[in-house]
């Protein structure tokens, strides 16, 4: 794979989110935001799980970023990026 097919390909992050309780739903609205491809409630050490897809990091932040400051029930949130994936269909 060449460098110049890397730069088409967008990244895409995993969002592992906590919030207080009873407020993940409010995260799954994020479904809305540009770049947010999946948002779900899940059960276990975090509340939700957001995927974001971007075509550069900067892009990335700043989903990430508008996605929590709308969000004042996020406690915490652990970012996974993967690269080299195709876009989600």
Do not use: C, W
Not at 7 to 16: E, G, M, N, P, Q
Not at 43 to 59: H, M, P, Q, S, W
């Amino acid at each position: 794979m060449s460098n110049k097919d890397l730069r088409r390909k967008s990244i895409r992050a995993f969002v592992l989110v906590r919030t207080k309780p009873g407020t993940s739903e409010d995260i799954v609205r994020s479904r809305r935001i540009r770049g947010v491809k999946i948002a779900n409630s899940v059960f276990g050490r975090y509340d939700a799980v957001v995927v974001i897809e971007a075509k550069t990091l900067d892009e990335l932040k700043k989903i990430i970023y508008e996605m929590v400051e709308k969000h004042q029930n996020v406690v915490h949130t652990e970012t996974l990026i993967s690269l080299f994936q195709p876009l989600l269909e």
